[in-house]
Structures are given as C-alpha cells and as structure tokens.
C-alpha cells in the first residue's frame, strides 16, 4: 500500500490540524533508508543514549508499525545503526523515527525502510538496557502515543490520532 502524502492530508483535513487531532511535527529530521514515504501505527520508546531496549524492540515483529524513539535530542552517540535497520527491515516494520542521532548511513540507506532522525555519529550508545516502552512521547513539538498513525514523505511527518484516508 502507498504512503499517503502528507500535503494532500493536510489540505484535506484542515479541520483535524485546527482541532489538534493532525499534529505537524516540526521539520528537525534529516531522510535516511531506502524509504522515502512510510505510515502506519506508532509505538513510541523513550531512552537516553542508551540503544538496548531500541533494540530489542525492532526484533519483536513490526506489522507495518512505526517506531517513534525519543533519544532525548541527544547528539552525542548514535542510538540506532545498521544491524538494527536490518533487523527492523526483516520483521516488518515500516519506519523508524529517532528524535536523536543514527550511525552506518550507507548501510541504513539500502535498507527497504524508512527512517528519519536528526544526524549521524559515528560514536555507538551505552548499553544499560535503561528506557521505556510505550511511554507518552513529546518530540519535534508535539505530543505522541502509542497506536496513534504515522504519515512521513519527503515533505514532513504527520501524527494523527486515527488512521486516515484520501
């Protein structure tokens, strides 16, 4: 199924952004993977430089889910890399959103799969096994939960609280 694009969502529910349902992430993100469009439902995880529980996350089958990852803003290490993508590519998941940075650029970007985050560094996370799983986010301006859906293009990221259609 084609992503939906997020232009013609906004200029189709105009209310749904007025009222708050359709949020606008602000444009923070930088295009990784091989995936330039992706949607689905969100599961939302929150860590701090830390890459174990991001991990194991992306090893449970995705369903064309997207993970939303709040690293925190953190630019000091990288908390998600190419094994990972690779494994997250293979059980399905749709996309990756990390609200902090993202190593083996090369490699992420030949994977089927779409993901954004804010920059690269080549320095890997801590490995605690510290975060938590489908905690209320706030990231790029906004507020996300767990099983609202995801609409990324090239354009921008859309978070709303049902799933839409044109």
């Known amino acids: 199924?084609?992503?939906?694009?997020?232009?013609?969502?906004?200029?189709?529910?105009?209310?749904?952004?007025?009222?708050?349902?359709?949020?606008?992430?602000?444009?923070?993100?930088q295009i990784y993977?091989?995936?330039?469009?992706?949607?689905?439902p969100i599961a939302t995880l929150k860590v701090f430089e830390d890459n174990v529980l991001?991990?194991?996350?992306?090893?449970?089958?995705?369903?064309?889910?997207?993970?939303v990852v709040d690293g925190g803003g953190s630019l000091?290490?990288?908390?998600?890399?190419?094994?990972?993508?690779?494994?997250?590519?293979?059980n399905g998941w749709s996309?990756?959103?990390?609200?902090?940075?993202?190593r083996d650029v090369d490699e992420i970007n030949r994977c089927d799969i779409g993901v954004r985050a804010l920059?690269?560094?080549p320095l890997k996370a801590n490995k605690k096994g510290v975060g938590e799983k489908y905690a209320p986010?706030?990231?790029a301006g906004q507020r996300i939960l767990t099983g609202e859906w995801c609409y990324v293009d090239s354009d921008g990221i859309l978070v709303s609280q049902q799933e839409l259609s044109l």
């Open 76 to 90: 000091r290490c990288a908390i998600l890399g190419g094994n990972v993508v690779v494994s997250a590519q293979n």
């Open 95 to 102: 996309g990756i959103i990390v609200n902090g940075c993202i």
């Open 137 to 139: 986010i706030y990231i």
């Open 1 to 29: 199924m084609a992503a939906l694009a997020t232009t013609e969502i906004c200029d189709t529910y105009p209310n749904l952004v007025d009222n708050g349902e359709l949020k606008v992430l602000q444009p923070i993100f």
């Open 33 to 40: 993977g091989g995936r330039q469009a992706f949607s689905g």
């Open 54 to 67: 991001l991990r194991d996350f992306l090893e449970e089958r995705g369903n064309g889910r997207v993970l």
């Open 119 to 121: 920059a690269s560094n």
